[in-house]
């Protein structure tokens, strides 16, 4: 069951979860895990790079004669164990992509999801009426005020794609300036910032959306 919510953050009433999230979630746990591991992997640049021993300048005569100096043979200032020297099995660049199938993303966000109604962290909220046009005005909605947002729980808050030119601006306007609080929309929608979040609010539009969405791959699994 989750709560809906009004523009003021006041609860009107319950709402059953959707069929599509109201399965198990322990078997798709490995799904979870390589969907967020492949979201947090995939935006590496992998651009690290040291110098090996045969990139670094200098180094092109023998530091001292072979014997006779007492000292350790040495062929190049530039060997590793000299400063300034090449690195030993240093970073190189690198592509740190994953991939992961369509069938595994669904069933990963699906449990995702899932997860957060069993616990009831999913929030829904009726936009009717909602007029965003301070950051304390979603403070107080999310929160109950604004001084409690500076510790709050971390809150996801979604939106619809479609809701994007109405909704969606004021609140992703309104939120950006709260730590605690992300917004996006369905089209952007990651398995890790579900995890992530202790608490999820769901514009009706949005918790509509998802229901459709996932509904149909779960009648059809």
């Not at 449990?111 to 005005?137: H, I, P, Q």
């Not at 403070?139 to 794609?161: D, E, I, M, W």
């Not at 300036?177 to 202790?198: E, R």
């Amino acid at each position: 069951m989750a709560q809906v919510i009004d523009a003021q953050g006041k609860v009107v009433r319950e709402q059953e979860t959707p069929a599509a999230f109201a399965g198990e979630t322990g078997s798709k746990a490995n799904a979870v895990f390589r969907a967020v591991f492949r979201e947090l992997a995939n935006p590496r640049a992998g651009t690290h790079k040291t110098k090996k021993r045969d990139e670094v300048s200098g180094g092109g005569r023998k530091p001292w004669r072979q014997k006779g100096t007492g000292r350790a043979r040495q062929g190049s200032t530039r060997s590793p164990q000299w400063t300034h020297g090449g690195v030993v099995f240093g970073p190189q660049p690198r592509s740190y992509v994953t991939s992961l199938n369509k069938k595994e993303r669904r069933a990963a966000i699906v449990a995702a999801l899932s997860d957060k109604f069993r616990t009831g962290a999913v929030a829904v909220l009726d936009t009717n009426g909602l007029a965003l046009a301070k950051t304390k005005a979603l403070a107080a909605l999310l929160f109950g005020s604004a001084k409690a947002a500076q510790n709050g729980t971390r809150t996801l808050v979604v939106y619809a794609a479609s809701e994007e030119a109405g909704v969606g601006v004021p609140l992703t306007r309104t939120g950006r300036n709260l730590g605690s609080v992300k917004i996006t929309h369905t089209g952007a929608l990651d398995v890790k910032d579900v995890v992530g979040c202790g608490r999820l609010v769901l514009t009706t539009a949005a918790h509509d959306a998802l229901a459709a969405q996932y509904g149909e791959s779960h009648a059809s699994a």
